[in-house]
């Protein structure tokens, strides 16, 4: 993923449900008006204080539509504090008490799932039916931690020794952060918050300066679904609020998600200050197709995998690796045509297959790149630099791209580039198109397309990335098995979601009980043995 997990370039809760909040901002441009955000502390809206802000801006028009404040040291520091006072109180919520409050958020979420989905289009860029993905698969972690009472269960040894007795209690760790990106401003806070508060934590998420007003709607869910006041916070920020955090002395645990580099800083950052800590980066996730895959499904999983949420996302496929010469000049003819056929449109127009980039910056970015593959020497089949959409020319708006004969040592199969642009990398036989995601720097996702089960099998067990789809485009696990990349895809041992996440998000207290029997000991001067 892009940036920093963020782009850092540079009133109190109502009793009654909130309605239309993604109508009401989608015309914030229109209207003229620029919304001024907020921070969400200790259960209601806060505004900044620091004096420093950063304007949101509407993809679909490039107007500024809000105005994002970013939180000074002191400002982390009273949210951190506070949160830390909240968690020692949930703490001693009982595991299905606190499961209950997720039920709850649960049915919130579902019943405001068209506005959020609004809300969340009109600052990212995705289609509203994208942005319902979106919001979908992190409620789907929710549920997966409201079976929290079972999950905190520890081990139990009767009989260990003589009269001994040996179990084990996950407890919380206390507060726990999350940093999360632009491209996914519901799913990756959930999948960050959600395990962290089922376990007892309470939590501070700083998500995103380009598209925060969804947190900010989830915090307030939080609490009218029951969450007390101060377990989950929201402060907005940039890199002077991501460091505060990082070096907090009652923060306990971190979570990331942006590029490789960043999330490289952070993890050793926030280790180096004694916390727990799980970082995902950047990827450049591969689809192998081999000469007996039925080449149409390979080429509607493509265009679906490489250009969806115009390629803003750590799992899109941007290498396509067709094995022998035959299946290559098959594939790229279906391709050419299908990708000059893509329809791009607003957020807001339900039959596009693709909106705008987040903001000005990313569209640039993916025009250098584009420039960059043609200098490569890379052969660019469909060009989306040209593209303008009526009636939106000032929005964020590239076409799709499709290059041909990308080799591995050109820039743009090597760095991500993070839009709507898949290369075509011509293996010859099948070690070949192996070797290419097991030796690349990203070890995020992979996939392989083919009709023969041992060949796919054999691919899964060999290939050097941490998620394989076969026959399945983008391989990110369902919320209860674990989603973590390899290589510098990936910093830290436990993975997000499923299993590790209580893992993570707890640490393991072994008690060895024995009750004297009343009968005179002699002290032992050896160490102890189970007999």
Known sequence: ????????????????????????????????????????????????????????????????????????????????????EAQREWANWNPQRRARVLMRFLELCREEMDSLARLLASEHGKTVPDAKGDVQRGLEVVEFATGIPHLLKGEYTEGAGAGIDVYSMRQPLGVAVGITPFNFPAMIPLWKAAPAIAC???????????????????????????????VFNVVNGDKTAVDALLTHQDVAAVGFVGSSDIAEYIHSTATAHGKRAQCFGGAKNHMIIMPDADLDQAVEALVGAGYGSAGERCMAISVAVPVGQPTAEALVEKLTERVNGLRIGTSFDDSADFGPLVTAAAKQRVDDYIGIGVEEGADLLVDGRGFRMPEHENGFFTGASLFDNVTSDMRIYNEEIFGPVLSVVRAAVYEEALRLPSQHQYGNGVAIFTRDGDAAREFAGRVDTGMVGIN??????????????????????????????IRFYTRTKTVTSRWPSGRKEEASFTIPTMH
Not at 6 to 29: H, P
Not at 54 to 62: I, K, R
Not at 473 to 492: C, L
């Open 1 to 84: 993923m892009l940036h920093w997990g963020n782009d850092w370039n540079t009133k109190s809760l109502a009793s009654k449900r909130i309605a239309g909040v993604g109508d009401r901002c989608e015309g914030r441009v229109r209207s003229g008006m620029t919304t001024e955000l907020e921070h969400f502390i200790d259960g209601k809206r806060v505004a900044g204080t620091s004096g420093n802000h950063d304007d949101v801006f509407d993809p679909n028009t490039g107007g500024v539509q809000a105005r994002v404040p970013l939180a000074s040291s002191g400002e982390v520091d009273a949210a951190v504090r506070g949160a830390a």
């Open 200 to 230: 007892g934590n309470s939590f501070v998420l700083k998500p995103s300066e380009r598209d925060p007003s969804v947190p900010l709607r989830l915090a307030e869910l939080f609490v009218e679904a029951g969450l007390p006041p101060g």
């Open 472 to 501: 399945v485009p983008i391989p990110v696990p369902i919320a209860y098995h674990t989603f973590g990349g390899w290589k510098r895809s990936g910093f830290g041992d436990l993975n997000q979601h499923g299993p590790d996440s």
